[in-house]
């Protein structure tokens, strides 16, 4: 599939691709700085600071639709396109969880967790620039990008504790 014969890719499967993205990044960001936490707080702060994220991003994407929908179908609607944005959340969590549980020391599960989300994001963001109908170097540009990206983290999460 050339840019040329490409689909082009639907305003709402955009959506939830952005969503994911962002909640890669949200969830592992979060990770990053709870090394000297307990397992508890991890789940707690991971998945309520998600919640928060998600329910901005509802709020800001609702206040600036555009559509003349009624305000209640409007906010349905970026709910339900938003939701990866929370549900990217569980695997690294789950990860995080099995480790500790396996013995595993917190701040280095927390590390794999980090991992398992920046995989999260390059996977998701290289599958979107696909989809867009890039070029097969604007797809790998992608890719590299979120893979720089997912690098940076790890090595702040290494830095900070």
Known sequence: MTATTAKPLGHIAAERISAGCYGALVSASTLVGLGSSDLGVVIAVVALTNVVYFATHVFAYSVGDTSSERPSKIVAHHLRVSAPMVSVTFLPLLVVVALVAFGVDLP???????????SYLVVVATAGARLRGYSVLGVVLTAIGAALMSALLIVAKLLLH
């Not at 280095?108 to 920046?118: H, S």
């Open 108 to 118: 280095t599960a927390l590390l794999w967790g980090v991992g398992v989300a920046m």
